[in-house]
């Protein structure tokens, strides 16, 4: 729960690079995949809420008025834990894609699709802000680009390097705060509370990695 007393859900991806790949069964990402959710209780009436973006006679619309249930940020694939903090933070982790995924293609051509991926992600830590899109791309909305693209022949922050140079990062790209490196698996989030040595960890994030 935030502060404003809505409910936050990670809601995790159905694919490696959002794209359909074999290895997650050639499923397409939805609308409220990959995602972090909020939901307003004080508009939720009665349960259960049926979220079912396609396939039903009423598709649920998170962009409706008065949703319940809307999309606060996007592209966070898999993320293991959320934590608000005594400053006002929300924070999540990511475990991201082994190599051999897909990345969709832009149907004006202007992204390029890449099948297979040959390097793996790594594994980051987010800042959530409201609106802001975290790198795992979902065509249900318009979201092409995995993390920080290609946009110059130098390193580039977040890259993708089998991008096409100049391939720029997805609107509302906010980056990263932390990058752990491949295969880490930060699962676990916490904020430290207390004065032990000190009080130099008091306030800090702790993360439980599960390998790596």
């Known amino acids: 729960f935030g502060p404003d007393g809505a409910l936050y859900i990670s809601q995790a991806s159905v694919s490696a690079m959002g794209a359909p790949d074999n290895a997650w069964g ?14 307003d209780l004080t508009k ?40 608000w903090s005594s400053t ?7 475990k991201a894609s082994a190599s051999n995924g897909a990345t969709p293609a832009s149907p004006d051509g202007t992204v390029k699709g890449i099948n297979p991926v040959t390097q793996t992600e790594d594994d980051f830590f987010y800042d959530i802000k409201q609106g802001k899109y975290y790198g795992h791309p979902d065509p249900s909305r318009y979201e092409w680009v995995l993390d ?13 390097s089998q991008y096409p140079v100049g391939t720029q990062p997805d609107r509302n790209y906010a980056g990263t705060a932390y990058d752990f490196g491949a295969g880490t698996s930060p699962s676990g989030l916490i904020e430290y509370q207390g004065n032990a040595f000190g009080g130099a960890l008091n306030g800090k994030v702790l993360v439980t990695q599960y390998s790596g």
Not at 57 to 63: G, K, Q, S, V
Not at 148 to 160: L, M, Y
């Open 26 to 39: 050639l499923r397409s990402e939805h609308l409220l995949n990959a995602a972090i959710l909020r939901l």
């Open 44 to 83: 939720l009436g009665s349960s259960p809420l049926n979220v079912q973006t396609e396939g039903v006679a009423n598709p649920y619309n998170p962009f409706a008025a008065g949703a319940p249930l809307t999309l606060y940020a996007t592209g966070v694939r898999n993320s293991y834990d959320l934590i």
């Open 88 to 94: 006002g933070h929300l924070y999540a982790s990511t």
């Open 148 to 160: 920080g693209g290609n946009p110059t022949s130098g390193a580039d922050a977040d890259e993708v």
